[in-house]
T-cell receptor
Framework: DAMVIQNPRYQVTQFGKPVTLSCSQT?????MYWYQQKSSQAPKLLFH???????NEADTPDNFQSRRPNTSFCFLDIRSPGLGDAAMYLC????????????FGPGTRLLVL | SQQGEEDPQALSIQEGENATMNCSYK?????LQWYRQNSGRGLVHLIL?????REKHSGRLRVTLDTSKKSSSLLITASRAADTASYFC???????????FGQGTTLQVKP
């Protein structure tokens, strides 16, 4: 059974056109993370929510925002996608912060035309 | 700055052989985790080893941690073609849940 679900799996958008990626979880975990992974690179944390508490990484561009309307759902909004934002976006969850396994979704591959 | 570096970047072996991947990191850690990623997919957690542990086993996987050398290794014994994937180490230094991933080792197991 899927525990961390990401939709869509593939997203094509145009340069500058806002796009939203979706993540949902059935694990009832407190923490949800968004990572960006470019081709042949390591995943890089963009931000995470600890319950409703939003934590942005210092080097995450302002172009990226997130919403967590409830425990189960978290969204990644890219306000004005550039060509450099084409990547795999991975959502992950953990029960708590620290000393915890993270459970990843299958990812959404974003293509910017 | 990147915390983990992995070695080798790519590894190709025959089915049945053992595969060893190494990870080095720069700062003190609370735990180190190994993840597997099949091409174009999400990451799957393999093993978490805490800073006060030296070795952990899970099935055909064996992970060691040497905090004095700031390094870890992942050994996959009796490899199978289905083990073909990228393997990433990730460190948790702050107990905030922030994982910093290494660049990964791409493993190919030939049938």
């Amino acid at each position: 059974d899927a525990m961390v679900i990401q939709n869509p799996r593939y997203q094509v958008t145009q340069f500058g056109k806002p796009v939203t990626l979706s993540c949902s979880q059935t694990l009832n975990h407190n923490v949800m993370y968004w990572y960006q992974q470019k081709s042949s690179q390591a995943p890089k944390l963009l931000f995470h929510y600890y319950d409703k508490d939003f934590n942005n990484e210092a080097d995450t561009p302002d172009n990226f925002q997130s919403r967590r309307p409830n425990t189960s759902f978290c969204f990644l909004d890219i306000r004005s996608p550039g060509l450099g934002d084409a990547a795999m976006y991975l959502c992950a969850t953990s029960m708590d912060r620290g000393q915890e396994t993270q459970y990843f979704g299958p990812g959404t591959r974003l293509l910017v035309l | 700055s990147q915390q983990g570096e992995e070695d080798p970047q790519a590894l190709s072996i025959q089915e049945g052989e053992n595969a060893t991947m190494n990870c080095s990191y720069k700062t003190s850690i609370n735990n180190l985790q190994w993840y597997r990623q099949n091409s174009g997919r999400g990451l799957v957690h393999l093993i978490l080893i805490r800073s006060n542990e030296r070795e952990k086993h899970s099935g055909r996987l064996r992970v060691t941690l040497d905090t004095s050398k700031k390094s870890s290794s992942l050994l996959i014994t009796a490899s199978r073609a289905a083990d073909t994937a990228s393997y990433f180490c990730a460190t948790d230094s702050s107990n905030t849940g922030k994982l910093i991933f290494g660049q990964g080792t791409t493993l190919q197991v030939k049938p």
